[in-house]
């Protein structure tokens, strides 16, 4: 089975600061490659999906890209309400996997 | 609007059984395929289960494969998780989740609010 990890699995970083996670396919999974942002005490909700279509409204600062095994997601300009647990996922096939999950808080 | 409510979650012995349901609403049913997903306390995501929108396509991750049976009533809504053999490490909470197609092969883009299984004796 295709194994996701990502990195880093945590973060602390300030407001207004520019974010970065990632994501690594052991194998290549074109661009079938979802992010999620779960809030403490929150249900997930899908972020990005094709690797890099931002779902409706979402807001702009957050983005995606990648293809193949590797895959970013960057918060543009880090805001309070962006403290959550993000996980990316694979869906090209099953099992549809999570990667562990990178938790974001502030500084 | 788009809901799907998660039931019954309860503390149960190793080796025991549980059904769970999702009653669904606000959308097509049976255009959608739907998804269990689990989440250990403190714990990260865990695709547990899909079933297309027919019901002829089935899949379970490996840790629950021939202990789980997931099914679906396009009649009147729902999905189920019927759970046997049950273990520790099936101690979760369930969310059952809309795919954004038919056939499973696409994001989750609805979650219900989850439903607790504790096994333990």
């Known amino acids: 089975d295709i194994q996701m990890t990502q990195s880093p699995s945590s973060l602390f970083a300030s407001v207004g600061d520019r974010v970065t996670i990632t994501c690594r396919a052991s194998?290549?999974?074109?661009?079938?490659l979802a992010w999620y942002q779960q809030k403490p005490g929150k249900v997930p909700k899908l972020l990005i999906s094709?690797?890099?279509t931002l779902q409706s409204g979402v807001p702009s600062r957050f983005s995606a890209r990648g293809y193949g095994t590797d895959f970013t997601l960057t918060i543009s300009s880090l805001q309070p309400e962006d403290v959550a647990t993000y996980y990316c996922?694979?869906?090209?096939?099953?099992?549809?996997?999570f990667g562990q999950g990178t938790k974001l808080e502030i500084k | 609007e788009v809901q799907l409510v998660e039931s019954g979650g309860v503390v149960v012995q190793p080796g025991g059984s549980l059904r769970l349901s999702c009653a669904a609403s606000?959308?097509?049913?049976?255009?959608?395929?739907l998804h269990w997903v689990r989440q250990a306390p403190g714990k990260g995501l865990e695709w547990v289960s899909l079933?297309?929108?027919?019901?002829?396509?089935?899949y379970y991750a490996d840790s629950v494969k021939g202990r789980f049976t997931i099914s679906r009533d396009n009649s009147n809504s729902f999905v189920y998780l019927q759970m046997n053999s049950l273990r520790a490490e099936d101690t979760a909470l369930y969310y059952c989740?809309?795919?954004?197609?038919?056939?499973?092969?696409?994001?989750?883009?609805?979650w219900g609010r989850g439903t607790l299984v504790t096994v333990s004796s």
């Open positions: 606000g959308f097509t049913f049976d255009d959608y395929a």
């Open positions: 989740a809309k795919d954004i197609g038919g056939s499973g092969s696409y994001p989750l883009d609805h």
């Open positions: 079933i297309s929108w027919d019901g002829s396509s089935i």
């Open positions: 996922q694979k869906y090209n096939r099953v099992p549809y996997t």
């Open positions: 094709g690797a890099s």
């Open positions: 194998q290549g999974i074109a661009n079938y």
